[in-house]
T-cell receptor, first 115, second 109 residues
Framework: DQQVKQNSPSLSVQEGRISILNCDYT??????FLWYKKYPAEGPTFLIS?????DKNEDGRFTVFLNKSAKHLSLHIVPSQPGDSAVYFC??????????????FGKGTKLSVIP | EADIYQTPRYLVIGTGKKITLECSQT?????MYWYQQDPGMELHLIHY???????EKGDLSSESTVSRIRTEHFPLTLESARPSHTSQYLC????????FGPGTRLTVL
């Protein structure tokens, strides 16, 4: 039973255009959301995060939007660059078992930016 | 930028062997984690630690064990490797956001 869902396994975008990656979650106890970027044969790299008390967070070309009522968040990359080509993981943080905060990850979306 | 290291990066080993995957971080983070990831799938938490002498099992059941004797070191051990253990193993540490190491790709023949 997946609590964090990235329904698009892949996305292709032309260089310079906007990339929009989507993520849905089911657990209303999640209160912090993160996006990670992963290149092949490397570990994930933290990209941007958002707390549940906000609906938008912006960092340079990257903006994350959170719609709590829809349990949906999205990552916008504009303008997209070929170096952005990677797998993007959505993750959610909430109070897990044994009194701990844990991250739950989606399956990832592979973004390809075409020059 | 967090400095977190994993060795080996790649390991091919026969069934029944004992292996230890190393993870070290120089950030002084109390929290450390081990994840397992298969291609095209999500990362699954298999172990975590909130400090020295603290270890807990994660969401995904794993036959591996971990230890946390020093803050900077969080090794993962498989006593008897099997083909079903073939996967990528990712170590992470955090104060807030988790920072990941480069991963160990394990293949058990």
């Amino acid at each position: 039973d997946q609590q964090v869902k990235q329904n698009s396994p892949s996305l292709s975008v032309q260089e310079g255009r906007i990339s929009i990656l989507n993520c849905d979650y089911t657990n209303s106890m999640f209160d912090y959301f993160l996006w990670y970027k992963k290149y092949p044969a490397e570990g994930p790299t933290f990209l941007i995060s958002i707390s549940s008390i906000k609906d938008k967070n912006e960092d340079g070309r990257f903006t994350v939007f959170l719609n709590k009522s829809a349990k949906h968040l999205s990552l916008h990359i504009v303008p997209s660059q070929p170096g952005d080509s990677a797998v993007y993981f959505c993750a959610a943080s909430g109070w897990g078992g044994a009194g701990s905060y844990q991250l739950t990850f989606g399956k990832g979306t592979k973004l390809s930016v075409i020059p | 930028e967090a400095d977190i290291y994993q060795t080996p990066r790649y390991l091919v080993i026969g069934t029944g062997k004992k292996i230890t995957l190393e993870c070290s971080q120089t950030m002084g983070h109390d929290k450390m984690y081990w994840y397992q990831q298969d291609p095209g799938m999500e990362l699954h938490l298999i172990h975590y630690s909130y400090g020295v002498n603290s270890t807990e099992k994660g969401d995904l059941s794993s036959e591996s064990t971990v230890s946390r004797i020093r803050t900077e070191h969080f090794p993962l051990t498989l006593e008897s490797a099997r083909p079903s253990h073939t996967s990528q193993y990712l170590c992470a540490s955090s104060e807030n956001e988790q920072f990941f190491g480069p991963g160990t790709r394990l293949t058990v023949l």
